[in-house]
């Protein structure tokens, strides 16, 4: 069982930067690979970055290349995602969430761990 544990979310001007964090419990952590996903009202669940175990792979979704950095630390069990360069259209509930083995990451039926989430809203 992976508990986790969204923070760092927050009210931002357009342009803004936050720190979102994913506290992870359990002693396995490093063995899995962890995703960043967010939602909007009315929309559906969207892929926004992915690290795998070790931080060697890394994706993005197209959308926030650039802007948005994950990153990991297995020492402490947790997952950050630094968002940059903020937008309007980035407002939603950010969710982490974590899975074992390869494949599409950006899919988020394999991921079975799920944090409660954590809000971004970016104002104009």
């Known amino acids: 069982q992976v508990q986790l544990v969204e923070s760092g979310g927050g009210l931002v001007q357009a342009g803004g930067s936050l720190r979102l964090s994913c506290a992870a419990s359990g002693r396995t952590f490093s063995s899995y690979a962890m995703g960043w996903f967010r939602q909007a009202p009315g929309k559906e669940r969207e892929f926004v970055a992915a690290?795998?175990?070790?931080?060697?792979?890394?994706y993005y979704a197209e959308s926030v290349k650039g802007r948005f950095t994950i990153s990991r630390d297995n020492a402490k069990n947790t997952v950050y995602l630094q968002v940059n360069s903020l937008k309007p259209e980035d407002t939603a509930v950010y969710y982490c969430?974590?899975?074992?083995?390869?494949?599409?990451?950006?899919?988020?039926?394999?991921?079975?761990?799920w944090g409660q989430g954590t809000q971004v809203t970016v104002s104009s």
């Open positions: 690290i795998n175990w070790s931080g060697a792979r890394i």
């Open positions: 969430a974590a899975r074992r083995g390869g494949g599409d990451y950006s899919d988020y039926v394999p991921y079975d761990y």
